[in-house]
């Protein structure tokens, strides 16, 4: 597990503890080495012996003031409150990691449809050919950097901004608005990725065709009750309506 190099200290608690209020300044020394000896352990625990213990904090004597600050967990020296300072630490950085590799992924899959954009999905026949869809589809052998058509249709699944649209029931409906109306003009990526945009704009109202009632609580008399007005948006899981879009109703 990653660690962070640095712990916070609360002053305020430090100073309260009746534990460390009956320590000398020689065991508060001890003690602070202990904890940083305990951050940087992979479990963020100690070895129970004393003899260690005394050699980590350099410290001889007694130190059972020190002890009495951590509780034994599965044969090893746990502060708790340390502990749990550590837990938090170690999960920020863990998703400060993946909202930074998100970003990465994204930037790379946002590079590799730009350098895509103007390659045309089809073949160069003056109307698109009804397998045209099972090509799209298919897996492209390109190199490894580049985005396959199948990565391509795949970006938009995974994208939470076309949550709720149908990608490839919206692949069908472009291709044939395509076929029926511009038979001249090729099936692009630039094309499909104008149809999705305008997709999103049309979202409320896939959310309000699903028919789902607003779930925020409104009063009514000296109750609250859902809204139940139609939903033309989620937040989350929850649908709401336009006049509870609002992110801080869903607090
Ligand atoms: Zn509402």
Known sequence: ??????????????????????????????????????????????????????????????????RACFIVK?????NERLLKEWVKANHNKEMASQSAKQRWD????????????????????????????????STVQKPSSTLTDELWIQSFKTNPLYTGIDIDLQLKRAQSWLQTNAPR???TRKYFGNWMTGEIGKKPMIAES?????????????????????????????????????????L
């Not at 946002?110 to 589809?137: N, W």
């Open 1 to 66: 597990m990653p660690t962070t190099f640095w712990f916070p200290m609360y002053c305020n608690d430090f100073l309260a503890s009746t534990k460390i209020a009956v320590m000398t300044t020689e065991e508060i020394g001890a003690y602070t080495l202990l904890l940083c000896h305990a951050w940087q352990d992979p479990q963020c625990s100690l070895p129970a012996d004393e003899e260690t213990l005394k050699k980590l904090g350099r410290i001889s004597g007694d130190i059972s003031n020190i």
């Open 185 to 187: 003009r090729q099936f």
């Open 106 to 137: 994204k930037k790379r899959t946002t590079d590799a449809m730009r350098s895509h954009i103007r390659t045309p999905c089809s073949s160069p026949s003056p109307s698109p050919s009804p397998k045209e869809e099972d090509r799209i589809a």
């Open 210 to 250: 699903l028919g789902r009632p607003c779930q925020t609580r409104v009063k009514r008399g000296l109750e609250f009750t859902p809204c139940n007005k139609p939903a033309t948006t989620m937040i989350g899981t929850r649908p709401v309506c336009a006049e509870h879009d609002v992110k801080k109703d869903a």
């Open 74 to 78: 599965r044969g090893r020296l746990v």
